[in-house]
């Protein structure tokens, strides 16, 4: 469940931020902007999946004794949960443009 909202929240937000938002009419998807919301929309996907993870494991008792109701599981801490952008909106940033490279060396051949 925790992967469905990561990627789900992450191509929603992408998709949201790109169409709120005028990039430079270069289709030059390497530039600042597009960068910057690849971030962001990482960062916010990783902070949903880190939420997702740590309440179903309390429910599911994956991380100690099963917790029968919604209303008793415990919120990841705020630290936890500011510090899961930065490493998600990395990972995304690095995909991206992964992606972006390989079909580059592709087209060239």
């Known amino acids: 469940m925790a992967h469905a909202i990561l990627f789900g929240s992450y191509q929603t937000t992408k998709r949201m ?34 939420v ?8 599911l008792g994956i991380s100690g004794p099963r917790v029968s109701s919604f209303r008793h599981l415990t919120w990841p801490t705020l630290r936890s949960t500011l510090l899961a952008f930065p490493i998600s909106s990395i990972g995304f940033v690095a995909f991206e443009y992964g992606k972006l490279m390989m079909n580059a060396d592709e087209n060239t051949e």
């Open 17 to 50: 931020l790109l169409s709120n938002i005028t990039l430079p009419n270069n289709n030059n998807n390497y530039d600042i902007s597009h960068a910057a919301i690849i971030s962001t929309a990482g960062g916010i996907a990783g902070q949903l999946q880190h």
């Open 52 to 59: 997702t993870s740590h309440l179903s494991e309390q429910y």
